[in-house]
């Protein structure tokens, strides 16, 4: 894994916050978004072992390749990105703030390996897994895929006799499930702006959205304005909060509109929730003799599980998987399910909203074709800055400069009229599994509309061309 530094290295202007020791005991990765990142042995010691190496099979995307040929980036890279930069934050806060705050190498080794371990238990093609096929597996689920990391690291642990302190571990694992609602009880910690860094459960700005805008819009072939480095050189720790400079509200900003643009046209594609949809169905069908959910239920097992069992569908002879192999190759051919339209439900509705079924649709049909529920996928895509209806910003804590000593919220109206009044985007999309079936569906998908809002809420007609198209 990558290769001895040279001493010529040791001084790169990519390793600007320190390190806890000497860099020729270090190995470097040449990483396209960071540049060179520098592991210590302590992190080689679970970088080294297959279940981490696991992570370059899984497609930081899922299936947006299929829609934007670029985006081929595993968890890996990633994990290593969210690592390095976790470091450079813990480090930039120890320089300026160490003695005030106490910050020591454990601090340090945690929160590093926090960020280099916070996706080693996610599942196969990004979140599908578990959003969209557990659920429909395993009713009434709350398998996450930050549970399962706490559970993996301590597996690798066992598996591979890794010398490490219980202390490590369990803060490792706190930090890892700071955002989630497994997270521990925040007045317990001790340091909390360390598990800010990482998972940001109290406001959502934290490193891994750092990397995976920059490397998502990099390799999609995106710009991207957001520029995390300002807010790295612009933090600072006020009443145990992380707290930022005042001048950079809109690059804050900035950050959760990006991310937002990213699930409207990449995440969310309408191509690409095509292909998930097909594949979710590919698995279900395939779940009952191959019994992928049931990975889930031991680490040991999990690890085998990623990209790769596309492959082993589509190969295998076996008369039992011939539903979902001809689903992946529908898809390989790009026979796909056909979007027929979709809508952004009104922001009057928005509070009472519930969510839209196939059933919703077939009972919204007139005369004409009978479509059936299995004719027909819902999705319903909620699209926000990471706080629902609520404004993230209002979470955010500023400081004037560095010689205030008070903390402060920002309103949107004391900076600018031109930002959203509105954080939240519910979007209602229908697809027909059968070509022949879009102009029905779609008719229906229309009445449905005009029965729930008293008006068609879709931005236009779905084209002729498209309805009158037919199985090839």
Not at 47 to 68: N, P
Not at 219 to 245: H, K, P, S, T
Not at 256 to 265: I, K, N, P, S, V
Not at 378 to 405: A, C
């Amino acid at each position: 894994m990558g290769a001895f530094c040279d001493d010529d290295l040791a001084f790169s202007s990519n390793y600007n916050f320190g390190c806890s020791q000497d860099l020729r005991f270090s190995k470097h990765v040449h990483d396209n978004v960071h540049g060179n990142i520098y592991l210590d042995p302590i992190f080689l010691k679970f970088v080294d072992t297959e279940q981490f190496q696991r992570l370059r099979d899984l497609k930081q995307l899922g299936m947006a390749h299929m829609v934007y040929p670029g985006a081929v980036h595993s968890r890996f890279e990633h994990s290593l990105g969210v690592y390095w930069l976790a470091g450079e934050a813990v480090h930039r806060l120890k320089a300026q703030q160490g003695l005030e705050l106490g910050i020591d190498r454990f601090d340090v080794q945690t929160v590093k390996l926090a960020g280099l371990l916070h996706d080693i238990g996610h599942g196969p093609f990004s979140h599908m897994f578990e959003r969209d096929f557990l659920p429909k597996v395993l009713k009434g689920s709350e398998w996450s895929h930050e549970q399962m990391s706490t559970e993996m690291i301590n597996h690798i642990v066992d598996e591979h006799h890794i010398d490490i302190d219980v202390d490590t571990v369990r803060r490792v694992n706190e930090m890892i499930l700071a955002s989630s609602k497994y997270s521990s009880a925040k007045s317990s910690r001790e340091k909390h702006f360390l598990y800010d860094i990482v998972a940001n459960g109290r406001n959502g700005i934290d490193v891994d959205k750092f990397d995976y805008i920059a490397r998502d819009c990099r390799a999609c072939g995106l710009g991207c304005n957001f520029q995390f480095q300002r807010l790295m050189e612009n933090m600072r720790v006020m009443g145990d909060e992380i707290c930022y400079r005042a001048k950079e509200y809109l690059t804050i900003h900035k950050l959760f509109a990006t991310r937002a643009d990213l699930y409207r046209t990449v995440y969310t594609h309408a191509k690409v929730k095509a292909i998930e949809l097909m594949l979710v169905d590919a698995l279900l069908s395939a779940n009952g003799y191959l019994q992928i959910a049931s990975h889930i239920q031991d680490p040991s097992q999990y690890w085998k599980l990623d990209d790769t069992i596309i492959k082993t569908i589509e190969t295998a002879p076996n008369e039992e998987l011939k539903e979902s192999r001809d689903l992946i190759l529908r898809i390989r051919r790009r026979d796909l399910y056909q979007f027929c339209n979709e809508y952004a439900v009104p922001k009057d509705k928005l509070e009472n909203y519930k969510e839209v079924t196939a059933q919703d649709i077939v009972c919204s049909q007139k005369n004409g074709v009978t479509i059936r529920e299995e004719d027909v996928v819902v999705n319903n895509v909620q699209i926000d800055l990471t706080r629902g209806r609520h404004n993230p910003l209002e979470s955010i804590k500023f400081f004037k400069d560095y010689d205030s000593v008070e903390k402060f919220s920002i309103s949107d109206d004391r900076i600018s009229h031109l930002l959203p009044t509105y954080c939240q985007d519910m979007i209602v999309r229908v697809y027909s599994k059968k070509p022949e079936l879009v102009g029905v569906i779609s008719e229906a998908f229309e009445n449905f509309q005009l029965k729930t809002y008293g008006i068609k809420a879709q931005v236009h007609a779905t084209p002729e061309k498209k309805k009158k198209k037919r199985r090839t």
